[in-house]
Nanobody
Framework: QVQLVESGGGLVQPGGSLRLSCAAS????????MGWYRQAPGKQRELVAG???????NYADSVKGRFTISRDNTKNTVYLQMNSLRPEDTAVYYCKVNGPTEYWGQGTQVTVSS
């Protein structure tokens, strides 16, 4: 009974910031890597950022230097801090457990527009 609950999405102006949160339950959170993915209209879902159980991080080239993924194992939560947002960042953002079984969050809309 794994559940990933996201929050923090919304409408923001270009150059603005948002912080997405994904709270996990039903797993031993600290044992798994986590990832943030996004899917824009008409495009394939892509990896935005990942963080392993060892706190190693990786980012898509398009977000390097702007986004930061982090996790708080005491809260079973992974975060995506998004700064300097651009219109092309507009997408549905999904949280995923990076394990043998893939569990996805419900997706949260991020819209960057003036």
């Amino acid at each position: 009974q794994v559940q990933l609950v996201e929050s923090g999405g919304g409408l923001v102006q270009p150059g603005g910031s948002l912080r997405l949160s994904c709270a996990a339950s039903g797993i031993i959170f600290r044992h798994y890597g986590m990832g943030w993915y996004r899917q824009a209209p008409g495009k394939q879902r892509e990896l935005v950022a990942g963080i392993t159980q060892f706190l190693t991080t990786n980012y898509a080239d398009s977000v390097k230097g702007r986004f930061t993924i982090s996790r708080d194992n005491t809260k079973n939560t992974v975060y995506l801090q998004m700064n300097s947002l651009r219109p092309e960042d507009t997408a549905v953002y999904y949280c995923k457990v990076n394990g043998p079984t893939e569990y996805w969050g419900q997706g949260t809309q991020v819209t960057v527009s003036s």
